[in-house]
């Protein structure tokens, strides 16, 4: 493969991601204890100079746990048996995640309740409040 290619023009060439394959976890007889079939992908977000500034940015502002201090996204690929369909899902992974940086979140138009639903409130925690008076306050002496 020549890179990841990541639409608006963007492509993470190879040699930025780094493929470490270790043993799976999990259920899977003989074959989980002898072939190293799980990914780990490591891919420098911080210093990749192939992603575009504001695209870099938001998504190293993101609180995502596969993202370590140094801004270095790790991807582990376990699901599949074999190791080529691991890498597979480990790039296509990368791939979604970039892809989830190249727009930017709708900014937020800030409102206001109206004067009825104020109101409406404000009747709802009357009655609530007359409901639960009336609950406990018994005097029997």
């Known amino acids: 493969m020549a890179g990841i290619a990541i639409r608006e023009g963007i492509t993470i060439p190879d040699h930025e991601i780094v493929e470490r394959f270790v ?12 072939v190293a079939t799980a990914v780990e992908l490591r891919f420098d977000v911080a210093r990749s100079p192939s992603l575009p500034e504001p695209v870099r940015a938001r998504l190293l502002a993101r609180r995502d746990r596969r993202m370590t201090d140094a801004g270095v996204l790790v991807i582990q690929a376990q699901r599949f048996r074999t190791q080529e369909r691991n890498r597979q899902d480990a790039r296509e992974r990368l791939q979604a995640f970039i892809d989830s940086g190249l727009r930017a979140p709708k900014p937020r138009i800030a409102t206001r309740p109206s004067r009825a639903a ?18 406990g306050r018994r005097d029997w002496d």
């Open 118 to 135: 104020r109101e409406r409130r404000l009747v709802d925690k009357r009655q609530r409040s007359t409901i639960k008076q009336s609950r």
């Open 23 to 34: 043993r799976a976890s999990g259920a899977g007889g003989q074959n989980v204890n002898k």
